[in-house]
Each structure stands twice: as C-alpha cells, then as structure tokens.
C-alpha cells in the first residue's frame, strides 16, 4: 500500500521545519552574537520564544506526518497547523520584539499566542479522537 501525503502535508511539514530551523538560529544568535548586547533578562526572553517556537514547530511536524492517515479529521488538522502557526507568530514574535526593542507594551500580545497554542493542541485532540469515517 502506497502511502499518499497530501500537499496539505508537505506544506505543513515544511513550514514546521523552517519554523524549527529559525528557532535553533534565533537561540543560537542571541547566546552568542547578542550576549554583550543584550541584559540576562532580554536573552532569557529569546530563549523562551525560542524554546516554545521549536516546540511549535515539532507539533507541525506531527500534525504534518499524522495528516496523511485517512482516519485522522482534516477539517480540526487544519486548525491545528493554522493555531500553532498562529501561536508561533504572536507568542514567539511578540517575545522576539520585546527582548529587542523594551517595548513593553508588545508583552500584552503575547498570552493571545499562548491561546492560539491552547486552541492548536485542543485541536489536534479532537482531530484524533474524531475520526472522519467508520474505523469499525
């Protein structure tokens, strides 16, 4: 049997993957290029964007590989991949920025990335737990 990945797949696969490779290059700037620039508790900012970035990153990789079973709901895969991504953006981002440039006020978008994060994995919860077709 022939396993057929989808573009859906490959896409989520593959921005997982950059989001992924640009968390190891964002940690590794701020230790050691940004560390004479940056206070310990800017770097520690970094780190934590970094660090649930490449989390992030590793649920779009599941959500990616796991989208190829038939069994598994498309429609809550979907909303997994475009919450995480989310997240990513805002809580990571929001992180990145603050860390930068002490602007404080972008600390206050953060959580809504947080939220996007809860919703991703609440969806990848039911996208497993509600198959699209009869599994008897």
Same mark, same amino acid.
């Given at each position: ?12 696969? @593959?921005? +997982? %993957? ?7 290059? *964002? !940690? ?5 290029? &940004?560390?004479? =620039? ?41 909303? @997994?991949? +475009? %919450? ?7 809580? *990571? !981002? ?5 860390? &930068?440039?002490? =602007? ?33």
């Amino acid at each position: 049997m022939k396993l057929q990945v989808s573009r859906f797949s490959r896409h989520v696969i @593959a921005v +997982g %993957a950059v989001f992924a490779l640009l968390a190891v290059l *964002s !940690g590794a700037f701020a230790a050691h290029g &940004l560390k004479a =620039v940056l206070d310990a508790s800017q770097l520690a900012l970094i780190e934590t964007a970094a660090r649930y970035q490449m989390y992030h990153a590793l649920a779009l990789l599941v959500v990616g590989v796991i989208a190829s079973i038939p069994q598994i709901s498309p429609r809550w895969l979907k909303l @997994a991949a +475009g %919450a995480h991504i989310l997240g990513i953006v805002l809580f *990571s !981002g929001s992180l990145y920025l603050l860390a &930068l440039s002490g =602007v404080r006020w972008l600390g206050a978008i953060t959580p809504l990335g947080g939220v996007a994060f809860l919703v991703g994995w609440l969806a990848l919860i039911v996208a497993t737990l509600k198959p699209t077709v009869n599994t008897d």
